[in-house]
């Protein structure tokens, strides 16, 4: 848990021994609130080797491909026409996902705002589909459009 430009963020980074990398993924509390809520679907997907995809906000996708080989949580861009992947995110094995799962409770004690935090599309705002297009979050590529 740490603070970038005045904002809680869960960081979720690789390690090179006793010091923290690049490479890794920062998430803010909204979009760590909604991969904490998703991972029953996560399960059951690794249980069942499907495919399960769930975009957390402003381009931040969840994956499991199938046969449940990784947990893909990355930062996805849309340079063109077509939403494409970026270096910002982890590809974690079952075990390691394991252990980020074991780790959710400790996150949530340690950061009490995340008890308040309701994510975006359950906000009064998104009551209709033009409060979802307007939204940065849940439409990164297109929400200035409308």
Not at 46 to 59: D, P
Not at 71 to 100: H, N
């Amino acid at each position: 848990v740490g603070e970038w430009k005045g904002e809680k963020r869960i960081d979720m980074r690789e390690w090179d021994g006793d010091k923290p990398t690049k490479k890794g993924i920062s998430l803010t509390l909204m979009r760590w609130k909604w991969l904490a809520d998703t991972v029953e679907y996560i399960d059951e997907a690794l249980k069942n080797g499907n495919v399960y995809e769930q975009h957390l906000g402003g381009n931040v996708y969840v994956k499991v491909k199938q046969g449940g080989v990784c947990i893909d949580i990355r930062q996805y861009w849309k340079p063109q026409e077509e939403i494409v992947p970026t270096k910002k995110g982890l590809c974690l094995r079952p075990g390691e996902y394991q252990s980020l799962k074991e780790a959710i409770p400790d996150i949530g004690a340690a950061v009490p705002e995340l008890n308040t935090v309701v994510p975006c599309m359950f906000q009064s705002d998104h009551a209709n589909q033009l409060g979802f297009l307007q939204c940065s979050e849940c439409n990164p590529n297109d929400y200035q459009n409308w």
